[in-house]
């Protein structure tokens, strides 16, 4: 059977130190606290908010001498006790599986204690975890990869009078559009339980193929680039042809006499002078490119230099063509040798030694100058480049032949410096190939078992991507009903807000003609047909009526995840006339008797509708400011 989500507080406890300050019993349905106003109705409300986990530490005056608060609530799947001390908001719960009566002879070793918060490692439960899971509530996870707790929840069950009106959600310093939709989702019931547990899923298998692509990644790393081993059926391959070369070299040394006689002992001496000539060049053709490496060297270096000196000319040119065009021509009255005054002479010779000044000619040189640097500049640069990588080449081949004149040397030395005979030297030269065979099978043996981690890593890497893919198929199917889902609950919010809004008292006309009220979790925000931010009072009643439509519709709708539990701490906030706090009392009630579901409102307010006193909705007495609700306190 589908359990529905549910939460109702049956029983509310205010301790200070053994003192009950506060004590009362609640009961489904509507709830009223009632009495004059700074007599503490607000405080409980307060103190049942941080008591079902809310995150809260503006305590009024009266609370901060409280020590804790204690709640008994009945969820869809059994009676709970919680217990929190009255400190940081982010103080631990104590949970009691059972009534508050039968905690009372219980010691603390059989409370649980359980953070507010999901502690890093997930080894224990939070608060919010086990209530979620009490109550039917899937853990549902927000955009920012942390999971929706019962602190964001009861910010949309909670509307106190700090926050404004026009805003949905409970308002607090620290909030985004992401938390916020992550909770209106959750509650409106999108996907149901296959989305938010696949999207849960899918961040496990994102982040295990994370994990297996680093170390598949660093395994192989760690491999030779030269080796050209992809598998272990490769590697086994050619361990396979290296025992193979084994057996016929050990076949070749036991065969010794066959291969060698004295016919040979010419050949040894003419192949030792032949290998000896081998070595000398070698030797010879590394000193050479050597010397051809150190005069690259040098051009290069040379280049650089002739390079610099070109970028200064060109920097001193810029610098030239800037200061001729910041003064332009300098007109001398004196003659600059002998101070006289100079007669005045027009614009095409020059004043000091009459000659044509031909401007044109000048920029056209002083162009010509600054093309032919920058060819200068271009031609030095490429051939920089050419020389440069002509020096990595060198340098590379000098390094095969480094590589081929040591290997020649270790050839010969094993040949012929210890070997005074052709069976010596082809024992000698067997055995060398030999031991390098069986060096390179140990390496072999050792790498297979690297090859088997990185070809066990692919495997699994694989087979992840697999179900990621698979996952994200599925979910895109879920996520595509998302909008039908959101359409009709959000459909069924509208059509009982426009209800509730033409039943209020007759203050604001957009109320009247109401055709669609909006809630919309991202933006925290409520509309009437398009329009926000009404008077203050109005502000009020729309805000109470867009969280009691969500309430409500949840109660008429199985596939909503709100717990049906709403308080309301506002219903007369922001200076609402007494009467149209009445008429939104009676719409309360008059909602709540049509509800067939298990559910619980919670209200405070100061001036209570005349019939409703007295009646099986109130809790408590009428509180007043010689009687509050902290008694003793």
């Not at 631990?92 to 039968?102: E, L, N, S, V």
């Not at 805003?167 to 149901?192: C, H, M, W, Y």
């Not at 800037?322 to 600059?336: K, S």
């Not at 001036?607 to 003793?632: H, I, W």
Request: proline share 3%; net charge negative.
């Amino acid at each position: 059977m589908t359990l529905i989500p549910l939460i109702t507080i049956r029983r509310v406890r205010v301790l200070k130190g053994t003192t009950r300050a506060y004590d009362e019993a609640f009961h489904p349905g509507v709830n009223i606290i009632r009495g004059e106003n700074s007599s503490g109705k607000s405080t409980i409300a307060d103190f049942i908010f941080f008591g079902l986990g809310g995150e809260f530490d503006r305590w009024k005056d009266a609370a901060r001498y409280c020590t804790a608060v204690q709640i008994e609530i009945e969820t869809a799947q059994s009676v709970l006790t919680l217990h929190r001390s009255v400190r940081t908001k982010l103080e631990p719960a104590y949970i009691f599986y059972g009534t508050m009566d039968d905690s009372d002879g219980h010691g603390v070793g059989d409370w649980e204690r359980l953070p507010i918060r999901r502690p890093s490692g997930g080894k224990e439960l939070s608060l919010s975890q086990v209530l979620f899971r009490a109550a039917a509530i899937p853990d549902a996870p927000n955009a920012g990869d942390s999971n929706v707790t019962m602190h964001q929840v009861m910010r949309l069950l909670y509307a106190d009078q700090q926050t404004p009106a026009g805003k949905l959600f409970r308002f607090e310093s620290f909030d985004t559009r992401d938390i916020r939709e992550a909770v209106g989702q959750l509650l409106i019931g999108i996907n149901g339980y296959d989305l938010y547990d696949g999207q849960i899923r899918l961040r496990e298998l994102n982040n295990q193929y994370t994990e297996k692509d680093r170390l598949y990644r660093a395994t192989l790393a760690g491999l030779p680039n030269s080796e050209g081993l992809a598998s272990v059926q490769t590697l086994i391959n050619r361990v396979q042809e290296l025992n193979s070369a084994k057996e016929k070299v050990l076949d070749e040394i036991a065969r010794v006499d066959e291969f060698v006689n004295d016919e040979l002992a010419d050949s040894f001496i003419n192949e030792r002078k032949a290998m000896l000539s081998k070595v000398r060049a070698a030797a010879n053709a590394l000193n050479g490119r050597d010397q051809e490496a150190m005069e690259l060297q040098d051009e290069i270096q040379e280049l650089g230099d002739f390079l610099n000196h070109l970028e200064q000319q060109a920097e001193r040119l810029k610098s030239a063509e800037t200061v001729a065009e910041a003064l332009g021509g300098i007109e001398f009255q004196y003659c600059p040798a002998c101070l006289k005054p100079l007669d005045g002479a027009d614009e095409k010779h020059c004043i000091v030694c009459h000659q044509v000044v031909d401007e044109e000619a000048a920029r056209s040189k002083f162009f010509e100058i600054k093309i032919d640097l920058e060819m200068q500049l271009r031609e030095t640069r490429q051939l920089s480049t050419a020389r440069a990588t002509e020096l990595e080449e060198l340098k590379a081949a000098i390094r095969a032949s480094r590589r081929d004149f040591a290997t020649l040397q270790i050839e010969f030395s094993a040949r012929y410096d210890v070997s005074n005979s052709p069976r010596e030297s082809f024992l000698a030269e067997r055995n060398r190939k030999l031991g390098r065979i069986e060096q390179e099978i140990s390496y072999l043996d050792g790498l297979r078992s690297v090859l088997e981690r990185l070809d066990r890593l692919s495997l699994e890497r694989g087979q992840l991507n697999d179900a990621i893919e698979a996952l994200k198929v599925r979910l895109g199917r879920l996520s595509a009903s998302a909008s039908s889902r959101r359409m009709k609950a959000l459909n069924s919010v509208s059509v009982i807000g426009r209800r509730i809004l033409k039943d209020d008292l007759k203050r604001e006309d957009s109320f009247e003609t109401a055709q669609i009220l909006s809630v919309d979790f991202g933006d925290d925000a409520m509309l009437v047909d398009g329009k926000m931010n009404f008077a203050e009072s109005s502000n009020v009643v729309l805000k109470n009526t867009a969280i009691l439509s969500l309430f409500l519709a949840a109660c008429y709708d199985k596939e909503f995840w709100h717990p049906r539990l709403l308080l309301m701490d506002n219903v007369e906030d922001k200076g609402m006339e007494q009467d149209r706090s009445h008429n939104f009392q009676r719409i309360i009630i008059k909602e709540a008797e049509k509800i067939k579901m298990p559910h619980q409102i919670i209200f405070t307010t100061s001036m209570l509708a005349p019939e409703l006193e007295g009646s099986s909705y109130t809790v408590g007495p009428k509180y007043t400011r010689d009687n509050k609700t902290l008694r003793d306190v």
